[in-house]
């Protein structure tokens, strides 16, 4: 019983965030328009993000990659968040700053969409990683929180979660990306 107020209190904040969601339905719709577009041009979705943001773009791709809930082949999916040489090497190489950007340079191409998850909108690598995907020609996606950050500048959409507790941004982050496979799989 100890814990019971706090609980309380995380269970308002959470659904509060949950009930501030629905103005972005029509962007979120609009990023899965986008995914179904870049499958079916024969491009693939490249994800990433730092900490428990990391986490969420490898769950995205397996989830794009295996299957969320529809049994269909696999689609084309990377996590730049997996591969420790790659990023051990590059940050040690160019920077810490740089290991998304240089995966991006390597492995994207104009057809591709490039997904970046950060809940402040600013994290360096990830600002740089869409730079990088925009120079090229690629979809940028931003999943956000607070006010966006730098990625609003960067992305053709981001989505900013309508929190600004990193708890609360990431809850909606994960529900975002299980809607966005869903639609995924549905075209």
Do not use: W
């Not at 290991?99 to 492995?107: G, M, N, P």
């Not at 909606?172 to 496979?181: E, R, S, Y």
């Amino acid at each position: 019983m100890k814990y019971v107020d706090y609980l309380t209190g995380e269970y308002a904040a959470h659904m509060a965030m949950f009930d501030a969601l629905a103005p972005l339905f029509p962007q979120i719709s609009d990023v899965g328009i986008k995914m179904q577009n870049c499958i079916k041009k024969g491009g693939k979705i490249l994800i990433c993000g730092n900490g428990g943001s990391a986490a969420d773009s490898q769950h995205i791709a397996a989830e794009i990659v295996g299957r969320f809930k529809k049994e269909r082949k696999g689609l084309p999916a990377i996590a730049l968040t997996t591969d420790t040489s790659i990023l051990t090497s590059v940050g040690n190489d160019y920077g810490y700053d740089y290991i998304f950007a240089r995966q991006v340079e390597a492995l994207c191409r104009p057809e591709d969409l490039v997904i970046g998850i950060t809940t402040s909108g600013n994290s360096a690598n990830v600002v740089r990683a869409m730079e990088a995907a925009k120079a090229i020609g690629a979809t940028t996606v931003g999943l956000t929180g607070g006010t966006g950050g730098k990625l609003n500048a960067l992305c053709d959409v981001n989505l900013v979660m309508p929190a600004h507790v990193t708890a609360r941004i990431q809850e909606a982050h994960i529900f975002v990306g299980h809607c966005l496979c869903e639609i995924l799989e549905s075209d």
